[in-house]
């Protein structure tokens, strides 16, 4: 079965300071997505990014990066300076692909979030 | 482009009620997935429509339920509520085909508490 783990329950940090967060994934299949969320205070789920499993390149958007490693099972979330916004639940999620096709059967399986608080 | 929609954003109901929650996709879109969030389990995935059809279903009894019109618009029912079905309800939708492995976008929730 698919499994998602983020470690760190909560991590606070002085705003323009760099956070990592977390997230291996355990799932027997070949073909998988990883989805990083953020949830602010309001409650939407926010999509920051997704990643196949043929796909190791690490990739940067502004001040966010995520470094993914096969060999770990790791994909891991960094906030490059962080700032007061920035703070949230953030959320690292799988999809398996059994079919080979791209659909996932069950679903989204999402880790328990670590709460990001960015102090002023 | 309006995101996901969902109504009603606040509910309360008695224990041994029913509910309905309803989900308009981004258009275009033609999957819609239903999740449920809790302090304890975090974010669980209920079930997904896509073309009128549920395809896939997350582990939860059948007192829950949901169907997808042909505008791609869904509902979600529950029945016989308990006291644990208090929760923020999520639905998410993509474009659908390969519904998972495209993003999903979410919906702001509803949330429910059974009293």
């Known amino acids: 079965a698919q499994k998602v783990t983020q470690a760190q329950t909560e991590i606070s940090v002085v705003e323009k300071e760099d956070v990592t967060l977390d997230c291996v994934y355990e799932t027997r299949d070949t073909t998988y997505y990883l989805f990083w969320y953020k949830q602010p205070p309001s409650g939407e789920l926010v999509f920051l990014i997704r990643?196949?499993?043929?796909?190791?390149q690490n990739e940067i958007s502004g001040r966010y990066s995520w470094n993914f490693q096969k060999s770990t099972s790791s994909f891991n979330f960094t906030i490059t300076a962080s700032q007061v916004v920035d703070s949230a639940v953030y959320f690292c999620?799988?999809?398996?692909?059994?079919?080979?096709?791209?659909?996932?059967?069950?679903?989204?399986?999402f880790g328990k979030g670590t709460h990001l608080i960015i102090q002023p | 482009k309006a995101g996901v929609t969902q109504t009603p954003r606040y509910l309360i109901k008695t224990r041994g009620q029913q509910v309905t929650l309803s989900c308009s996709p981004i258009?275009?879109?033609?999957?819609v997935s239903w999740y449920q969030q809790t302090p304890g389990q975090g974010l669980q995935f209920l079930f997904e429509y896509f073309s009128e059809t549920q395809r896939n279903k997350g582990n939860f009894p059948g007192r829950f339920s949901g169907r997808q019109f042909s505008n791609s618009r869904s509902e979600m029912n529950v029945s016989t509520l308990e006291l644990g079905d208090s929760a923020l309800y999520l639905c998410?939708?993509?474009?659908?085909?390969?519904?998972?492995?495209?993003?999903?976008?979410f919906g702001p929730g509803t949330r429910l508490t059974v009293t």
């Open positions: 258009s275009g879109h033609r999957s």
């Open positions: 999620a799988l999809s398996e692909d059994p079919l080979g096709s791209g659909g996932g059967a069950d679903g989204l399986t």
């Open positions: 990643r196949n499993s043929f796909d190791e």
């Open positions: 998410a939708s993509s474009l659908g085909g390969t519904a998972i492995s495209y993003e999903q976008y």
